[in-house]
């Protein structure tokens, strides 16, 4: 049972254009959610995360938006950047005062076209 | 944020021999959480290790199979026992920062079974 789900694997930008990563939950109970990207042979980095409490985190080129009636998130890269070609990962997590563990989702490869 | 250090950073092994990997973090932390992803796959929780206690197994996974140590605050070991080609994927441990939701990772552990 896959409670979160990226039904993009693959996703090509053309550079300095808006990338849009999506992602589907079914727990309504998930209250955080993260965003990942990793490099071949190396672990994945943390990006951005969201609480539940809001609908929009902005950090630098990278925005997450949250709907949670839709259970949808979204990240959003903006412009894209050739070094953002990587797979972008969405994980959730259910409410525990921190230290749960994460359900990710299957990926979505981005590639950044020059 | 923490630096998480992770060895070996690969390894090739024969059928039915063990393999210890090592997670070494930069400050102290609650929980350690050890991943895995197989080819082409998400990743998926083996067990959380809390120290001086036992590790949490996640569904599908036995302490048998993937023994955990944590001996401190900073540090903890998974080793995988009797290896199969079943179990060549990437191994990641992860934390959380004491108080923070985010999630950290190693550079992950390239285990190839033959």
């Known amino acids: 049972d896959q409670q979160v789900k990226q039904n993009s694997p693959s996703l090509s930008v053309q550079e300095g254009r808006i990338s849009i990563l999506n992602c589907d939950y079914t727990n309504s109970m998930f209250d955080y959610f993260l965003w990942y990207k990793k490099y071949p042979a190396e672990g994945p980095t943390f990006l951005i995360s969201i609480s539940s409490i809001k609908d929009k985190n902005e950090d630098g080129r990278f925005t997450v938006f949250l709907n949670k009636s839709a259970k949808h998130l979204s990240l959003h890269i903006v412009p894209s950047q050739p070094g953002d070609s990587a797979v972008y990962f969405c994980a959730a997590k259910l409410p525990n005062f921190g230290n749960e563990k994460l359900t990710f989702g299957t990926g979505t490869r981005l590639t950044i076209i020059p | 944020s923490a630096v998480i250090s992770q060895k070996p950073s690969r390894d090739i092994c024969q059928r039915g021999t063990s393999l210890t990997i090592q997670c070494q973090v930069d400050s102290q932390v609650t929980m350690m959480f050890w991943y895995r992803q197989q080819p082409g796959q998400s990743l998926t929780l083996i067990a959380t290790a809390n120290q001086g206690s036992e590790a949490t197994y996640e569904s599908g996974f036995v302490i048998d199979k993937f023994p955990i140590s944590r001996p401190n605050l900073t540090f903890s070991t998974l080793t995988v026992s009797n290896m199969s080609p079943e179990d060549s994927s990437i191994y990641l441990c992860?934390?959380?920062?004491?108080?923070?939701?985010?999630?950290?990772f190693g550079q992950g552990t390239r285990l190839t079974v033959v």
């Open positions: 992860s934390v959380e920062t004491t108080g923070g939701l985010d999630a950290f």
